[in-house]
């Protein structure tokens, strides 16, 4: 019991009171759960039964957390639990992504002519050409027609609708 005292005291930091400890015909307990020693194979067999059996049927992070924590303990124990369901790979391929549902595709509007839509870009931080560093890219969505517009990383908003009212 002393052994598992000293052990609780050295991962947790917290002091241990020998109220909470007891032992009954062999098995320590802690706060009346049994107190699983630092057996990785052991732990491992424990969250095993309360998650991966057919009767469990694979619960998460928090009820197997609940299932196990009904009988045992140990040190930072909701830690393990949620590394070992984060990992477990029949969760990781039968559990649904929880997530709002994709949204109804509607089709892109066509423009009538050319240069009514148009995308643009800035390309920054190139290497120096002739002075300039950055590049601004406009497409017109229709014909693809590309208009470079040579530039700097420091262009303001205001220079850059100067440089696009001028260039395109």
């Known amino acids: ?3 598992a005292a000293r052990e609780l005291q050295q991962t947790s930091g917290k002091t241990v009171r020998s109220a909470e400890w007891s032992e009954d015909d062999g098995v320590l307990r802690f706060r009346g759960k049994i107190y699983v020693p630092r ?3 052991l732990r491992r067999r424990v969250v095993s039964l309360c998650h991966d059996t057919k009767v469990a049927g694979h619960p998460g992070h928090w009820k197997t957390l609940e299932l196990v924590s009904r009988d045992y303990w140990w040190p930072q124990i909701s830690r393990y639990i949620g590394q ?5 790979d029949l969760c990781l391929r039968t559990k649904p992504i929880r997530q709002a549902p994709v949204g109804e595709l509607h089709p892109l509007w066509i423009p009538d002519s050319r240069w009514d839509t148009l995308s643009v870009d800035f390309v920054v931080e190139l290497p120096l050409s002739s002075g300039y560093d950055a590049v601004i890219t406009v497409v017109d969505s229709v014909s693809k027609r590309v208009h470079f517009i040579p530039t700097h990383t420091t262009v303001t908003a205001e220079g850059a609708a100067r440089l696009f009212l001028y260039q395109v």
């Open 39 to 41: 057996d990785m194979d």
């Open 84 to 88: 070992y369901v984060g990992t477990c």
């Open 1 to 3: 019991m002393a052994k």
